[in-house]
Structure formats: structure tokens, C-alpha cells
């Protein structure tokens, strides 16, 4: 049976753990090639190393999506790779135990922790879109999808700049997408719940069980359920879908 992205190359930022890892290796089960990116060059290597073992190709970049210029070689890097770029997911984030600001209400965040996290979740995805999209336009087209998070839909207590970036994550993403759906490249989001990955370990070590009990599916996700909505949304199947944010998240926001 043919690939849903046979043929097409990928991107993938934040492709060396969680969700990134798991979106590269189902890019590549679906005939895609991969450029696996990471701040962290050995776990990018990895996932590139998983992608082949599976019968796959792919590079691993190292990147860091606050560096504009690291972000464009990056791009550029990709397209040496695979002749071009089809399918880019704009992945990489961190959570506010990486700058310190874990419970911290909005007094009590630091401006640097606000200044780093939105560095990285929202200008970081900004300056994918930037290169990625000056590379589509030359091509005639591409799919783009940003990770946001249901914490890009609703609030949540103590995690102000988080909240910030992803609800900045999604209306970028909307404002993307009318910008260059002439130009034929869609540009979607995806909004996980609570997601099973190294991100995630701590808090629900902490609540987990309070969480648990506000999803109406009663569990956490799969890294692998959101790589299967990634995969479609870069797709030719979901060809008159731009501008979504699409929640995967056992019913968190729905209730
Ligand atoms: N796990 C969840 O429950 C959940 C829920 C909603 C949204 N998300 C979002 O999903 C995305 C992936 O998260 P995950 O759960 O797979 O986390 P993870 O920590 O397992 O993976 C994140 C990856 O991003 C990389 N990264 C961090 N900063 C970077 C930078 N500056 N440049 C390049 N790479 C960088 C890390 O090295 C890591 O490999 C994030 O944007 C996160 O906010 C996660």
C-alpha cells in the first residue's frame, strides 16, 4: 500500500525525544524522508538511526530554534539533503521546570524564565516558519504544523508563559495560514493533551492522578497519537485543511 507521504521530506525540530521522535518515525513509515532536528545532536542522531533501522532515511541536524541563523542552516541543511522540503513540524518547546518557573504563579515568574520559554515555544517556531516558508514559496508549496497544546486552547494555573506561547503558537499558525494559502502552503497546529514523553514525567509524578481525573478517556497519550494527526494534516489527504488547531487530547478541552 502506498505511503500517505511517499516520495515527500520532512522536517521534524525537537526529533530527538517525545512527540518530535515519534512523528519522525511514523513520517518515514509513510514513505517520507527525514530530518531529524535537535538541540541535542546524539538524540537526534538516534531517532535518525531508529528511522533507518526501520527501513527509513533520514539526517539528524543539530539546531537550536533561538538561534535564527542555526534555524536557516538547518533548512538549508534539509533541502541539501533531500533535494527540497514538502512537510515541515515545527516541534521543539519546553516546559517551565526547564527555566525555573515550575508553580510559579505570574508575580513570581522572572522575566528571564518568561523571556527563555517564549523564546523557545513561540519566536522559535516564528523562525522555522520564516526559512521554511521562504523555501516552500520556491518550490510551490508545503504543509507546515506547529505544536501547540491544549494549553494553547484554555488556561492552566501556574503556568502563565507556557500558556503565552502556545496560544501565540496557535494564532500564528492561523495568521500563517491566511498569509500564504495563496501561495500553497497550509500551515496547521496540533494540540496535545497530556502526552506520555520526558516532558511530562515530573508533573505527573507530582498529579497525575488529579490531572488524570479532568480526561474523559481516563489516561495519558501516546507520543504515537499525535504523530498520526501530524502525519495526515501534512498530508495531500487533508488538502483544504490550513489554519486548524486540532486538539488530541482524550476530551481534556472538550469538558
Ligand atoms: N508531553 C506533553 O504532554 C505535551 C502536551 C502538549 C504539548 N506538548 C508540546 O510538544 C512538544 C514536544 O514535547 P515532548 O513532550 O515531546 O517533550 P520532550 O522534552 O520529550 O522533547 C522536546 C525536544 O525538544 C528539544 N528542544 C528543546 N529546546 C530546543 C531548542 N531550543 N532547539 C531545538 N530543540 C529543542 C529537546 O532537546 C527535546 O528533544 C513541545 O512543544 C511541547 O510543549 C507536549
New binding site residues.
Given amino acids: 500500500m502506498p505511503g500517505l507521504l511517499d516520495g515527500k521530506s520532512a522536517l521534524v525540530?525537537?526529533?530527538?525525544?517525545?512527540?518530535?521522535?515519534?512523528t519522525a518515525l511514523a513520517f518515514a513509515r509513510e514513505g517520507a524522508w527525514v530530518a531529524a532536528?535537535?538541540?541535542?545532536l546524539e538524540?537526534?542522531q538516534e531517532t535518525a538511526r531508529m528511522v533507518e533501522a526501520a527501513g527509513g532515511q533520514a539526517v539528524a541536524i543539530e539546531?537550536?530554534?533561538?538561534?535564527d541563523a542555526?534555524v536557516a542552516a538547518m533548512v538549508q541543511a534539509a533541502v541539501k539533503a533531500f533535494g527540497g522540503l514538502d512537510c515541515a513540524f515545527n516541534?521543539?518547546?519546553?516546559?517551565p521546570y526547564?527555566v525555573n518557573a515550575a508553580g510559579q504563579k505570574i508575580a513570581d515568574v522572572a522575566p528571564e524564565a518568561w523571556q527563555q520559554l517564549l523564546?523557545?515555544?513561540l519566536t522559535?517556531v516564528w523562525r522555522c516558519l520564516r526559512h521554511e516558508v521562504a523555501q516552500m514559496r520556491t518550490q510551490g508549496g508545503g504543509a507546515i504544523v506547529n505544536?501547540?497544546?491544549?494549553?494553547?486552547l484554555v488556561g492552566l494555573p501556574s503556568s502563565s508563559a507556557?500558556v503565552a506561547?502556545?496560544h501565540g503558537?496557535v494564532g500564528l499558525t492561523r495568521t500563517a495560514a491566511a498569509d500564504h494559502a495563496e501561495e500553497n502552503i497550509r500551515v496547521n497546529a496540533?494540540?496535545?493533551?497530556?502526552?506520555?514523553?520526558?516532558?511530562?514525567e515530573d508533573?505527573m509524578r507530582r498529579k497525575g492522578e488529579r490531572i488524570l481525573a479532568r480526561v474523559p478517556m481516563a489516561r495519558?497519550?501516546r507520543?504515537e497519537e499525535?504523530a498520526e494527526a501530524v502525519v495526515w494534516l501534512c498530508s495531500d489527504r487533508a488538502s483544504f485543511v490550513t489554519g486548524a488547531a486540532w486538539t488530541v487530547?482524550g476530551g481534556y478541552s472538550a469538558v
Fill in positions: 525540530t525537537g526529533a530527538g525525544s517525545g512527540i518530535g521522535r515519534a532536528a535537535d538541540l541535542k538524540a537526534a539546531v537550536d530554534v533561538t538561534d542555526a516541534n521543539a518547546g519546553i516546559a526547564q523564546d523557545v515555544n522559535g505544536t501547540a497544546s491544549v494549553a494553547g507556557y506561547s502556545k503558537v496540533v494540540c496535545p493533551g497530556y502526552i506520555e514523553t520526558p516532558m511530562t508533573t495519558m497519550g507520543p499525535i487530547d
